[in-house]
């Protein structure tokens, strides 16, 4: 989508009807409206108010009504002016116009200005009138874009960052303490404690359980773990690093969540060697929460809730994060809840884990000058607690945008004979970090004819982790793991940005629809 940082003329003829170019202004508006992304700078705010209330004989009350109306029809957003802005507008005749195109030029080569200002249009190559304006039809369609979501919510993101940046309270500062709180009372668990990624969220768990458990730093080789083979390696890498053995069982081939039955029989085979049970809520789908739970406290083992896709979603009517002794998240930046940068977070009801982790996290003790365990340098960065509090606001409108598309594609997609369409259990309430379909034969070529019209999809995952190299002779499987290996040769993860229109969806689905 095309970025349009509206100069101060064209809001003035659209809400001014005297204004000689009012109507075509209005009419022009009108066309590219859910086409573009329309912005303003802070700086014009008060001018555009300032230059209404001097020309129309209106009260204060109306012009403010009809200029939010205006903001709100055409979804505009206000970008902030920064000191760096008025610097660069100095050497400029017209202040203005080099504060606008210094923020074109920092949102970048995406982005013009729209003016009836010559002066503009002379000095900057990307500042156009109306009537040279035209749509771009990009036919490309990415899986996400983040920066689109950025300009979204933009007015919060950047208060948040500036707010941060001058308070500089970069280590651990309130900004932290405070998202914890909000995931805490969010997902419904007593602690929630901000840690460096998603994969440190898992180790520090892991080591925190052998400390509270054996009473010593690491697990040892013969200690368990049950896991799926059928994610992200983060998840097998953290029981070797937390020095347990991963083991693997199969996926239930419908939700490619792993399979409960599947736990069942591992606990059978390797009886007390098993010390706990790591699922992972797949693509944004909780696991049987019931089953799981069931098992593992019959089996007196602990469970870890690998939550780095399922922010938000929910088993049965409560969290993931909130079932087992521990819930791992992740802020990378692609995620339902992303940060700008690396970032996770543990969620617990048990206090003497949740003090374990806050220690851990810090170098392993209370006193950084005189530690208790072997720790790290895994804390949260006040950044980037900022970034996620100020768009945790939005989460369940974007998770609502992601069923709403999932939602659009089961309908035009089921009826498809060389593909099936994601089976969501009746208990759970699925995110859809992904929407990941089966491709029955020749997913490569399907995924590369895709390419081919401009729709980006992904394969996640494209090796199942008992076949990786790294886990060679360092796990345990359980069986040929069947589901998860045929699970690498045919999902395909589809568009699942939840800015997108409706127009963009049917394209992705008219795209698939086409090859078969």
Known sequence: MQIVLLDTNIVLDYLDSHRPR??????????????????????????ILFLLKRFLKISKKEIVSNFKKFLLDFNVNIISTTGFDAKQSIDYSDPEDGILISICERIGKDCIILTYDENLIKCFERAITPEKFKISENSSISLLDLKQEYLYYAEDLENALLKTAVNAKYILGPEVSELEQKIASYIGTKHAIGVSSGTDALVISLRALAIKIKGQEYWD????????????????????RAGATPLFVDIDPDTFNIDPEEIKKALKKYRKRVIGILPVHLYGQPCDMDRIMELAKDAGIFVVEDCAQSFGAKWDGRKTGSFGDIGCFSFFPSKNLGGFGDGGMV????????????????????????????????????????????????????????????SFYDKYLKEIA?????????????????????????????????????????????????QMKVFKNR?????????ATEATKQVLSLPIEPMYREEICRKVVEGVRSLG
């Open 22 to 47: 009012h109507k075509s202004v209005k009419t022009f508006l009108k066309n590219c409206k859910n086409k573009v992304k329309f912005l303003l700078s802070s700086y014009q705010y008060d001018t």
């Open 221 to 240: 080789k013969e200690d368990l773990i049950i896991t799926t083979p059928f994610t992200f390696t983060a998840t097998g890498d953290a029981i070797l």
């Open 347 to 406: 969620t617990t009801d048990n206090d003497e884990l949740a003090e374990i982790i806050r220690m851990l996290r810090k170098h392993g003790g209370k006193d950084k000058y005189n530690v208790d365990h072997i720790g790290y340098n895994a804390r949260l960065d006040t950044l980037q607690a900022a970034i996620l509090l100020a768009k945790m606001k939005y989460i369940d409108e974007f998770n609502k945008r992601r069923r709403k598309i999932a």
């Open 418 to 466: 060389w593909i099936k369409t994601p089976k969501v259990q009746e208990k759970a309430y699925h995110v859809y970090h992904q929407y990941t379909i089966r491709v029955l034969n020749k997913r490569d070529e399907v995924q590369k004819k895709l390419k081919e019209k401009g729709i980006q999809t992904m394969v996640y995952y494209p090796v199942s982790l008992h």
């Open 475 to 483: 796990c345990e499987c359980l069986g040929e793991l069947k589901n």
